[in-house]
T-cell receptor
Framework: GQQLNQSPQSMFIQEGEDVSMNCTSSSIFNTWLWYKQDPGEGPVLLIA?????ELTSNGRLTAQFGITRKDSFLNISASIPSDVGIYFCAGQSLAGAGSYQLTFGKGTKLSVIP | NAGVTQTPKFRVLKTGQSMTLLCAQDMNHEYMYWYRQDPGMGLRLIHYSVGEGTTAKGEVPDGYNVSRLKKQNFLLGLESAAPSQTSVYFC?????????????FGEGSRLTVL
């Protein structure tokens, strides 16, 4: 099946630093999504990207849909303690007969040092 | 708005026991999903439903059964629990369109099988 390679697996950063993480695949996706999971809770959608080359921001977060449709990145600017959590990328593709398949990356665990 | 509600939040079972996890959503979503989350494995799809009365297998369906008798509810059953089913289970729902990747997750149900 389709696989997403999400990197890095974990990162420790100083408060105020910028963060960058990405997802790559050998498969083409028509939608890329980024989710954040706070400790002890379910994932929450941060950004959805629907067009190759699209660059979308949500506050301090910026995500891009790679032009090849095989990758996406997420940037967080000026990190704060509440940015701590696991960030998941997800790629969606057509699975035939009008249905869609959603594939998740294994996540990037972000720790912020005050 | 309650969104997606899972019950119970925590459960401890002995090997061989059975149980049912209940998921309820109040957003009138067509699609519903059950995922399991294990350390280092990301989110893996167990079963999903594209509408009332329909269910389908996901990536890791063995040992689980599901039912969608009402549009707002999606039940996940374990007929004979095994220690390998110790995990955190997440229910999610979404619209039935190209936006199916925009999932709304519940808070999770932590299951331990002894």
């Amino acid at each position: 099946g389709q696989q997403l390679n999400q990197s890095p697996q974990s990162m420790f950063i100083q408060e105020g630093e910028d963060v960058s993480m990405n997802c790559t695949s050998s498969s083409i996706f028509n939608t890329w999504l980024w989710y954040k999971q706070d400790p002890g809770e379910g994932p929450v959608l941060l950004i959805a990207l629907y067009k190759a080359g699209e660059l979308t921001s949500n506050g301090r977060l910026t995500a891009q849909f790679g032009i090849t449709r095989k990758d996406s990145f997420l940037n967080i600017s000026a990190s704060i303690p509440s940015d701590v959590g696991i960030y998941f990328c997800a790629g969606q593709s057509l699975a035939g007969a009008g249905s869609y398949q959603l594939t998740f990356g294994k996540g990037t665990k972000l720790s912020v040092i005050p | 708005n309650a969104g997606v509600t899972q019950t119970p939040k925590f459960r401890v079972l002995k090997t061989g026991q059975s149980m049912t996890l209940l998921c309820a959503q109040d957003m009138n979503h067509e699609y519903m999903y059950w995922y399991r989350q294990d350390p280092g494995m990301g989110l893996r799809l167990i079963h999903y439903s594209v509408g009332e009365g329909t269910t389908a297998k996901g990536e890791v369906p063995d040992g689980y059964n599901v039912s969608r008798l009402k549009k707002q509810n999606f039940l996940l059953g374990l007929e004979s629990a095994a220690p390998s089913q110790t995990s955190v289970y997440f229910c999610a729902s979404s619209y039935s369109s190209r936006y199916t990747g925009e999932l709304f997750f519940g808070e999770g149900s932590r299951l331990t099988v002894l």
